[in-house]
């Protein structure tokens, strides 16, 4: 019985992610990973010439990696790499803040589609409250996170109200323009994982995210640059450049 119950112990967090529809290794084909000389950021293809992820992830000797599933894998097939020529990250942020935190990178080339890379939807209209999204990183092996991160994960949460998320937040200033995803406030599970996950809901990306204290990869609660609200500065960038 005392093996049952250490056993249980040990595995709570994979046990509690079980609720939130956890999986691991299938790698959605619009996922971006940006390899840096500082720490990684996820992001999201939606051109072949342009990648969309978190203002914060403007990084020294950027790499863009498409079509990738493990980054610590030197022999994965069915990767584009490629360079960029610009990062425009949106005129209102700053680095002492989560208001804005959004980027749009323009590759030097156009990426090849195929079945492993394909371009994600934007919105037209904002994810209500409850709906089911889908967000996608990669996680560290904790136990020596030193090396690149080694395990694709998705996991399927839902949006929930800006009132409820500012109980999660209480020190933040939870504004129109973000949006939270997640189904427990506050549980703060330890993990390192890619930031910047993006958010796609019934296909369409919805979010990318600014912040978590805790994993988002085990449902915590993250907050959420709401791309509908930037629809505007994203199309006008990407005409103007």
């Given at each position: 019985?005392?093996?049952?119950?250490?056993?249980?112990?040990?595995?709570?967090?994979?046990?509690?992610?079980?609720?939130a529809?956890?999986?691991?290794?299938?790698?959605?084909?619009?996922?971006?990973?940006?390899?840096?000389?500082?720490?990684?950021?996820?992001?999201?293809?939606?051109?072949p010439l342009?990648?969309?992820?978190?203002?914060?992830?403007?990084?020294?000797k950027?790499?863009?990696?498409?079509?990738?599933?493990n980054?610590?894998?030197?022999y994965?097939?069915?990767?584009?790499?490629?360079g960029?020529?610009?990062?425009?990250?949106?005129?209102?942020?700053?680095?002492?803040?989560?208001?804005?935190?959004?980027?749009?990178?323009?590759?030097?080339?156009?990426?090849?589609?195929?079945?492993h890379?394909?371009?994600?939807?934007?919105?037209?209209q904002?994810?209500?409250?409850?709906?089911?999204?889908?967000?996608?990183?990669?996680?560290?092996?904790?136990?020596d996170s030193?090396?690149?991160p080694?395990?694709?994960?998705?996991?399927?949460?839902?949006?929930?109200?800006?009132?409820?998320?500012?109980?999660?937040?209480?020190s933040?200033?939870?504004?129109?323009?973000?949006?939270?995803?997640?189904i427990?406030?506050?549980?703060?599970?330890?993990?390192?994982?890619?930031?910047?996950?993006?958010?796609?809901?019934?296909?369409?990306l919805?979010?990318?995210?600014?912040?978590?204290?805790?994993?988002?990869?085990r449902?915590?609660v993250?907050?959420?640059?709401?791309?509908?609200?930037?629809?505007?500065?994203?199309?006008?960038?990407?005409?103007?450049?």
């Open positions: 019985m005392k093996f049952i119950l250490l056993w249980a112990l040990i595995n709570l967090p994979v046990l509690l992610a079980a609720a529809d956890f999986t691991i290794g299938t790698t959605p084909p619009y996922l971006v990973f940006l390899k840096s000389a500082y720490m990684p950021c996820a992001g999201a293809l939606i051109h342009w990648v969309i992820t978190a203002a914060h992830c403007n990084l020294p950027l790499q863009v990696m498409l079509g990738i599933t980054p610590a894998d030197p994965e097939k069915n990767i584009q790499l490629v960029y020529e610009k990062m425009i990250h949106h005129p209102y942020f700053t680095i002492t803040s989560i208001d804005h935190d959004i980027m749009l990178i323009k590759l030097n080339r156009n990426i090849d589609l195929n079945d890379v394909k371009l994600v939807k934007l919105p037209d904002t994810a209500p409250v409850n709906t089911m999204c889908t967000v996608t990183t990669w996680g560290y092996n904790i136990c030193s090396r690149e080694d395990s694709m994960q998705n996991v399927n949460i839902s949006v929930i109200s800006n009132t409820e998320c500012r109980s999660a937040y209480t933040y200033t939870i504004k129109e323009s973000m949006m939270c995803v997640g427990v406030p506050g549980r703060r599970q330890p993990c390192k994982e890619v930031t910047a996950a993006p958010a796609v809901c019934n296909g369409i919805q979010g990318i995210l600014s912040f978590a204290d805790g994993c988002v990869l449902a915590d993250g907050i959420y640059t709401r791309i509908f609200n930037y629809m505007t500065w994203i199309e006008k960038t990407i005409q103007n450049n």
